[in-house]
C-alpha cells in the first residue's frame, strides 16, 4: 500500500514540470465532453428546426411544380390577391383580441382564485386549469358540438330566452366570435396560472404598508400588483401572441377557414394552400409571413426572460 | 418646522365605518361567485363530451334537451374501444408519446447539465438558441418539413411519409427545447457546493449527473417528461400533414378526420373518441397536478 | 495523516490575482486556521488545496506529493461547506457513505465506519433522516461525520459555522475543537471570524489582498502582530491606533500624543524604540484592555490623563467607553463601577507595557 502511494507521488512530481500543458489538456476535456453532451441538441436543432426554417425561404422562392426559381414572384403574387390581406388582417385581428381577453380573464379570475382561502385554492385552480390541459384538438370537437347549426346546445338554452338561434359558425361576425371565444377558453387558464404564481410572489407586507398609507383596493393593484407582475405579464402575454398568431388546430377543426375564407390565420391558410393545393412554395410563403411577428415577440420575451434571471 | 406641518384641512377621505372582516367575507361571497361563473365556462365543453358520449345516436337526433342524459348508455365506448381502428389511433399515440419523452429526456438532460454546469465556448449562445427554438411554432415548419421528408424518401427510397414513426423524430423539436429549457433552471438551482461535495467524495461527472442531479432536479425531471409527453399527445398539426393512411394516424388526427364522414357526424361517438383522447393528459395531470404546473411556470424564468 | 506545504502559489482569475505568492507549510496533525476579511483569498487557497481550483503558478504538497494536477477525489482530502453540501435526496447514513460506496468499499466496513463516526458526533438517532429534517447544527455535525468516514489525510472547513447562530456557532466551535482531538487529522480551517480562529487553531495563518500577513500562535498574534493589519483585525474591541511622534526630554524618551498629552515611555521601551528617528510619521497601537480608568496604586509604565467620554457601553463586565484624541475615536475598557457616564470627564490609565509603535506609512510594528 505504502509502495503504491510513493510511486504515485513520484508519478506527480515527474508530472508537475509539464503543468501547464495538463492543466489545459484537462480544459480542454472538460471542453470536448460538454461538446458531446449537446451534440445530439446540436444536431437536432440544426437538422429539425435551423435547416427547414431556411429551407423554406429557398422553398418559397420556387414556381408550383418546384422546377424553377422565380425569386419573388410568389411574394408579389400574395400581395395582389385580396384573400392574403384578409388573411392578415384576421391572423391580426384574432391574435390580438383573444390575447387581450385571455390576459384580462386570466387576471381577473386569478385574483379571484387568490381571494379564497388558501386549502380551496387548489381545488378551484385544478379545475379552472382543465381546459389547458385537454388536447386542443380533442376540445374543439366538443365546441364544433356545441356549436352546431342543428343540434346546437347553446342555441337551446339560448332559446328559452328569446335569442337566437345563432349561426356560430356560419356567419362571418359569429365565426370569426366563435374562433376567439374558443381560443380564449383554451389559452386563459395559462394565464391565470402565471399570474397567480406571480401572486403568491407578492409580499404581503407591501400590501399592508399600502393599507397603513391608506390606498384603496384599485390603487393597490395599480401601484403594488401591476407593477410587480409587470415582467410576467409582459413574458406570458408575448408567449400568448406567439403561439396564438401562429394557432392552427382551432381554426383547423372550428370552421377550416370558412365562412369562405372569413376565419383563415396564416397557418390554416398556408396548410390549406400548401398541402391541400400542393401549392408548397406559395404555402412555405404564406407561413414565412409569421417570421416578422414572432421575430419582435421573441426579442422582447428574451430580454424580458433575462432581466428576471438578472433579478432572481 | 412650521412649513412642515402636515394640511389637516386638505382633501379628508370618508371613513368607512364597516369592519374590515365584513369587507374580508364580502370579497369572498363575490370571489366564490364569479369562480363558480368562470368554472361553468371552462368546464363546459369537457362536461358537454361526457354527456353526449352516454347518449344513443338516436337520442341526439330526437333533440331533446341537451344538457341531460335521459337513457345513459355505454354503446358509444363499447363500440370505441372494441374497434381496431381506434385501438390502432390510441396505440400509435402511446407509442409516439412514449419513444418522444424517451428521446427528448435522453436529449436534454446532458445537453442542460452541460450548458448548466460545465461553461464552454458558445454555451450562452446556445441557451438562448434552445430558448428561441422554442418559441418557433410548428406552424412555421410543417411545410419546409414536409417537403423535406420527401426529398429524403426519394433520394433513399427509404418511406419516410404516411409511417407514424418518422413523428418520433419530428416532435423532439417542440418537447427538447423546452424541457433542456426547464432542467437547465432546475440544475442551476442545485448548489455547486454539493457537485463539489461529489467531485471531493470522488464521483466522475457521470455519476454526478445520475446520483445527484437527477435525483435532486427530479421534480424537475417529472414536470418536463408530463410536458414531454403532454405536448407529444395532442400535436395535430404534424400527424396531419406527414400522415394520411388510417393505421398510421394518432389519436386526435384519427378521430377528426374518420369519425367525420362527409357531412354525417356520429356526434356519440367523436364526443367518446375525444374525452379517451383526452383521458391521458387529464388522468396525468389529475395525479400530478403541482408538478404540471411547475413545469407550466418555470418557462417564464431564466435557465 | 500528512502535513500540507504551499510553495510561492498563485491563483490568477483573468487579471485579478486572488493570491499572490503564498508559502505555508502545515504540520501533521496540526490545527491551521486562514483567516481574513472577504475577498483576501483565504477560501480560494483551501479551494486549491482541495483540487477545485486550479493552481496557475506554484505547488502544492499533501504528505511530501505535488498535487497540482491530481483531480480532488484522489487526493485524499475531505472538506465540509459552509452550506453543508448535504444530498438532499439521501438519508444522513447515505450521505456520510456515498464517497465510501463510490470507491467500492466492503458494505461491513463502510457500516462500521458510519457507526463510528455517527457516534463520536452523536447523531446516532439521526442516521436515517434526510438533511430536511435536522436543524443546522445537526447538518453542521452530519457535514463534519461525512468528512471523518472518509479517514482522509487532510480536513478542509470552509467557514462552516457561518450559518448557525451565535449561540449554536460556540457549541458547534467547541465540538470540532473535541473531534480534532479525537482524529488528530491535520485540519486546514477559513473563517473570517477572528474569535474563531483564536480559540480552534494551532496557528493562526492571518491573509490580506491576497498575501499572508502573519503566521503564529493565537497568542502571538495578539500580543506581538507583526503588521497593522494584524493587530487591528486580531482583538475585539480592535486596537486604537493614535498619531503620535517620539521625543526626547531631558534625556528621557517620550511619546507626544497630543500638545498635552506626553507620556514618558517605560526603560525596556525606551531602549527598544531609541534608535528610531524622531519622526510624526509614527502610530501608538494600544488594545482597549490597556486603556483602564485611573486609580491609587498604578504600576511603573502606566501614565494617566484626563478626557471627556462621548459614548459608553455597559458590557455587564466592564464598560466600553468611547472618547476623541485629537479627533481620533479612541475605545477602552473601564470597570463597571468606575463611574464612567456619557458625556462625564474621566480620568484614564494607559498602559504603556502593552503598547505598540507603528510605523505609519509601512504598517509595520517596530
Given at each position: 500500500m505504502a509502495d503504491v502511494v510513493v510511486e504515485q507521488g513520484r508519478l506527480a512530481r515527474a508530472a508537475s514540470p509539464r503543468k501547464r500543458t495538463s492543466l489545459r489538456n484537462a480544459m480542454g476535456r472538460k471542453s470536448t465532453v460538454a461538446f458531446f453532451l449537446t451534440l445530439p441538441l446540436i444536431l437536432l436543432i440544426a437538422l429539425l428546426v435551423l435547416y427547414p426554417a431556411f429551407y423554406s425561404v429557398y422553398l418559397a422562392t420556387l414556381n408550383k411544380a418546384m422546377t424553377k426559381f422565380v425569386g419573388l414572384s410568389n411574394f408579389t403574387f400574395l400581395f395582389k390577391r385580396e384573400t392574403f390581406w384578409m388573411v392578415v388582417r384576421q391572423s391580426c385581428i384574432f391574435a390580438i383580441t383573444a390575447v387581450v381577453f385571455k390576459a384580462l380573464i386570466g387576471f381577473i379570475v386569478a385574483h379571484f382564485v387568490h381571494n379564497i382561502p388558501g386549502k380551496k385554492q387548489r381545488k378551484w385552480r385544478g379545475m379552472l386549469l382543465v381546459p389547458w390541459v385537454i388536447p386542443p384538438a380533442m376540445s374543439t370537437l366538443a365546441w364544433l358540438w356545441l356549436f352546431d347549426p342543428s343540434y346546437s346546445a347553446f342555441n337551446y338554452t339560448l332559446s328559452f330566452f328569446g335569442i337566437g338561434p345563432i349561426p356560430w359558425l356560419g356567419d362571418t361576425f359569429w365565426a370569426r366570435f366563435s374562433v376567439i371565444l374558443v381560443n380564449v377558453w383554451y389559452g386563459a387558464p395559462f394565464f391565470l396560472i402565471m399570474y397567480l404564481a406571480a401572486l403568491k410572489s407578492v409580499p404581503d407586507q407591501l400590501y399592508e404598508a399600502a393599507a397603513i398609507d391608506g390606498a384603496n383596493w384599485w390603487q393597490k393593484i395599480w401601484h403594488i400588483t401591476l407593477p410587480m407582475m409587470r415582467n410576467i405579464i409582459a413574458i406570458t402575454t408575448l408567449f400568448s401572441l406567439i403561439v396564438t398568431f401562429a394557432n392552427f388546430d382551432i381554426v383547423r377543426i372550428l370552421t377550416s377557414g370558412g365562412p369562405l375564407d372569413r376565419t383563415h390565420l396564416f397557418a390554416t391558410w398556408a396548410f390549406q394552400v400548401g398541402i391541400q393545393s400542393s401549392d408548397i412554395p406559395l404555402g412555405a410563403c404564406v407561413s414565412l409571413f409569421m417570421v416578422p411577428i414572432l421575430a419582435v415577440a421573441a426579442v422582447f420575451i428574451l430580454r424580458d426572460v433575462n432581466k428576471r434571471g438578472n433579478e432572481a | 418646522m412650521s412649513t412642515l406641518a402636515i394640511d389637516k384641512t386638505g382633501p379628508t377621505r370618508k371613513v368607512k365605518l364597516r369592519s374590515m372582516s365584513r369587507d374580508r367575507t364580502w370579497a369572498l361571497r363575490w370571489s366564490y361567485f364569479f369562480l363558480v361563473l368562470f368554472a361553468i365556462f371552462f368546464l363546459i365543453p369537457p362536461v358537454y363530451m361526457l354527456i353526449t358520449s352516454l347518449k344513443s345516436s338516436a337520442e341526439i337526433s330526437a333533440?331533446?334537451?341537451?344538457?341531460?342524459?335521459?337513457h345513459p348508455t355505454l354503446s358509444n365506448y363499447v363500440e370505441l374501444l372494441t374497434s381496431n381502428q381506434f385501438l390502432r389511433f390510441f396505440w400509435n399515440s402511446s407509442m409516439i408519446s412514449i419513444v418522444v419523452v424517451i428521446v427528448t429526456m435522453l436529449i436534454s438532460i446532458p445537453a442542460a447539465f452541460a450548458l448548466a454546469r460545465m461553461k464552454f465556448w458558445g454555451s450562452a449562445t446556445l441557451a438562448t438558441g434552445v430558448f428561441l427554438t422554442y418559441l418557433i411554432p410548428d406552424s412555421l415548419l410543417f411545410i419546409p418539413l414536409f417537403k423535406m421528408l420527401a426529398v429524403v424518401q426519394d433520394f433513399t427510397g427509404i418511406t419516410l411519409l404516411n409511417r407514424w414513426y418518422v413523428l418520433v423524430f419530428i416532435y423532439p423539436t417542440l418537447t427538447v427545447p423546452f424541457c433542456t429549457w426547464i432542467m437547465i433552471g432546475y440544475f442551476a438551482s442545485i448548489p455547486k457546493e454539493l457537485d463539489e461535495a461529489a467531485l471531493i467524495d470522488g464521483a466522475s461527472w457521470l455519476q454526478t449527473l445520475t446520483r445527484i442531479f437527477i435525483p435532486v432536479a427530479l421534480p424537475g425531471l417529472i414536470a418536463a417528461t408530463i410536458f414531454a409527453f403532454t405536448v407529444s399527445w395532442a400535436q395535430f398539426l404534424y400527424p396531419l400533414v406527414f400522415t394520411t393512411s388510417i393505421d398510421q394516424l394518432v389519436l386526435p388526427v384519427g378521430i377528426t378526420t374518420t369519425l367525420i364522414k362527409g357531412d354525417v357526424f356520429n356526434w356519440g361517438q367523436i364526443m367518446t373518441g375525444a374525452l379517451l383522447g383526452a383521458a391521458p393528459p387529464l388522468v396525468i395531470y389529475a395525479f400530478l397536478m403541482d408538478y404540471y404546473i411547475a413545469g407550466l411556470t418555470a418557462g417564464a424564468t431564466k435557465g | 495523516m500528512a502535513e500540507v506545504a504551499l510553495r510561492k502559489v498563485i491563483k490568477r482569475y483573468d487579471d485579478v490575482e486572488a493570491v499572490r505568492g503564498i508559502d505555508l507549510d502545515i504540520a501533521d496533525h496540526e490545527f491551521i486556521v486562514l483567516v481574513g476579511?472577504?475577498?483576501?483569498g483565504k477560501s480560494t487557497t483551501l479551494r486549491m488545496i482541495a483540487g477545485l481550483e486550479d493552481i496557475t503558478d506554484g505547488d502544492i504538497m499533501i504528505g511530501g506529493d505535488v498535487v497540482n494536477d491530481v483531480p480532488p477525489k484522489d487526493r485524499d482530502i475531505a472538506m465540509v461547506f459552509q452550506n453543508y453540501a448535504?444530498?438532499?435526496?439521501?438519508t444522513v447514513a447515505e450521505n456520510m457513505s456515498f464517497g465510501l460506496r463510490l470507491k467500492h468499499y466492503p458494505k461491513a466496513e463502510i457500516k462500521a465506519r458510519v457507526t463510528e463516526a455517527a457516534r463520536l458526533l452523536d447523531i446516532t438517532d439521526l442516521i436515517d433522516r434526510k438533511p430536511k429534517q435536522l436543524s443546522g447544527g445537526q447538518r453542521q455535525r452530519v457535514a463534519m461525520g461525512r468528512a471523518i468516514v472518509r479517514n482522509p489525510k487532510v480536513f478542509l472547513f470552509d467557514e462552516p459555522l457561518s450559518n448557525l447562530d451565535a449561540k449554536l456557532r460556540v457549541q458547534m466551535r467547541i465540538e470540532i475543537k473535541k473531534v480534532h482531538q479525537k482524529v488528530r487529522t491535520t485540519t486546514v480551517y477559513v473563517t473570517h471570524d477572528q474569535v474563531e480562529a483564536m480559540t480552534l487553531a494551532d496557528r493562526v495563518v492571518v491573509m490580506n489582498k491576497g498575501r499572508i500577513e502573519q503566521i503564529g500562535t493565537p497568542n502571538e498574534l495578539y500580543h506581538k502582530p507583526a503588521t497593522r493589519f494584524v493587530a487591528g483585525f486580531i482583538g475585539s474591541p480592535a486596537m486604537n491606533f493614535l498619531p503620535c511622534r517620539l521625543e526626547d526630554a531631558g534625556g528621557a524618551l517620550q511619546i507626544r500624543l497630543t500638545d498635552r498629552i506626553a507620556f514618558a515611555l517605560p526603560p525596556a521601551r525606551a531602549t527598544r524604540y531609541n534608535a528610531l528617528p524622531r519622526t510624526d510619521k509614527l502610530l501608538l497601537g494600544i488594545r482597549p484592555e490597556h486603556l483602564t480608568e485611573s486609580h491609587a496604586h498604578l504600576g511603573p509604565g502606566v501614565e494617566t490623563f484626563d478626557t471627556v467620554l462621548d459614548v459608553t457601553e455597559p458590557m455587564g463586565m466592564e464598560t466600553l467607553v468611547y472618547f476623541g484624541l485629537e479627533g481620533t475615536p479612541v475605545c477602552g475598557r473601564v470597570d463597571p463601577n468606575a463611574g464612567a457616564a456619557d458625556g462625564a470627564p474621566m480620568r484614564l490609565a494607559m498602559d504603556l507595557n502593552n503598547m505598540h509603535l507603528l510605523n505609519e506609512e509601512t504598517g509595520v510594528v517596530l
Open positions: - | 333533440a331533446t334537451n341537451p344538457w341531460w342524459v335521459f | 476579511p472577504s475577498g483576501c448535504l444530498y438532499p435526496h439521501m
